[in-house]
């Protein structure tokens, strides 16, 4: 029996890719630089299934070409905004993600991102290594304390409550929500969170607030400079989901005039492009999109990626089918 044709866009944790080896005629990407839009759209006609990530774009254009053999785009990483999922499901293109495995360190890292901001990490150490710290004094780089403040959290899916879980659970704080469906009572209360009606009602209650709602044009901007500016005076922004969510322009502006008390940021608009006003702004921690970043967690959404594809090879429904 033929096996399926299955193209890797990037390199892959080794024990992943010996395992889509052992199961499928792979086609892997040691040299993982990111393939140009004309070699995916190229295999579209090539390739029973391309397992992407969030640096190949597949707009509706790449679909429009005769002769698809493609039928599963069974995609690394949970966000999926950067494929057009109507265009691929109007080719009979199934797409799948990989909910779930990355949860808990990508909510680590959000709390990394919010206790550097807060507590001053990232420039403290700058200070150190450049040979600038004079030593103890009472007024040093004085931060903000974490513990009991107010924490909102706009996207309550799995990350999101991951993200309430520490926040309560680890520094007692207290947990606003904003989603757009209504939260099931009992999850609101496992987090001891309380959900508000809308962002606006949100900002202006928070000493932190942490974006984990999808990227993609439906939340373009949903943080604006209107929004940004309903944030408390002082208050830190925090961003583990996807760059395009806040209008980076808007929060350097903020940053930069001492509006907000600074920023933990981990994706941005246009990666890996960091824009310079967020680059200069005070007190903004900015890391390389490393949410899912551990050995561990990437290895665990490759498997799921193979799950996926063992099952729709199998002609059963593949459980993260997300189109
Ligand atoms: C995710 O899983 O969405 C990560 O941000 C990488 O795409």
Redesign the pocket.
């Known amino acids: 029996m033929t096996r399926p044709r299955v193209l890797v866009t990037r390199a892959w944790p080794e024990t992943v890719e010996a395992e889509l080896a052992r199961r499928f005629d792979v086609t892997l990407n040691p040299a993982d630089a990111a393939l140009a839009p004309e070699r995916i759209r190229a295999a579209l006609g090539e390739y029973d299934a391309i397992l992407p990530?969030?640096t190949d774009r597949l707009g509706a254009e790449m679909f429009d070409r005769p002769g698809i053999r493609t039928r599963i785009l069974a995609?690394?990483?949970?966000?999926?905004a950067h494929i057009d999922t109507a265009a691929a499901a109007a080719r009979g293109i199934a797409v799948t993600?990989?909910p779930d495995v990355?949860s808990d360190c990508?909510a680590d890292l959000a709390m990394t991102l919010l206790l550097m901001a807060a507590r001053r990490a990232g420039e403290g150490e700058r200070e150190l290594r450049a040979g600038e710290w004079t030593g103890w004094r009472p007024t040093h780089m004085i931060g903000t304390k974490v513990s009991g403040k107010t924490l909102g959290i706009i996207g309550f899916g799995r990350i999101g409550q991951a993200m309430a879980a520490r926040a309560k659970g680890g520094f007692g704080m207290r947990v606003l929500v904003q989603n757009r469906s209504a939260v099931a009572p009992e999850v609101l209360e496992t987090h001891g969170a309380g959900q508000v009606a809308s962002i606006e009602a949100l900002l202006p209650e928070c000493d932190f607030v942490s974006l984990h709602c999808p990227g993609g044009a439906e939340n373009r901007n949903l943080l604006d400079a209107r929004r940004l500016a309903l944030m408390r005076p002082g208050a830190i922004l925090v961003n583990?989901a996807?760059g395009e969510v806040v209008d980076e322009a808007a929060l350097a502006a903020a940053l930069h005039a001492g509006r907000l008390g600074g920023a933990g940021l981990d994706?941005y608009a246009g990666e890996p492009r960091v824009p310079d006003a967020l680059l200069t702004a005070p007190n903004t921690v900015l890391l390389p999109?490393l949410?899912?970043a551990t050995r561990e967690t990437r290895e665990a959404?490759g498997m799921r990626v193979i799950a996926n594809l063992d099952d729709f090879f199998a002609g059963r429904p593949p459980h993260d089918r997300v189109a």
């Open positions: 990530t969030v995609n690394y990483g949970v966000g999926f993600n990989t990355l990508t583990t996807r994706v999109h949410g899912s959404m």
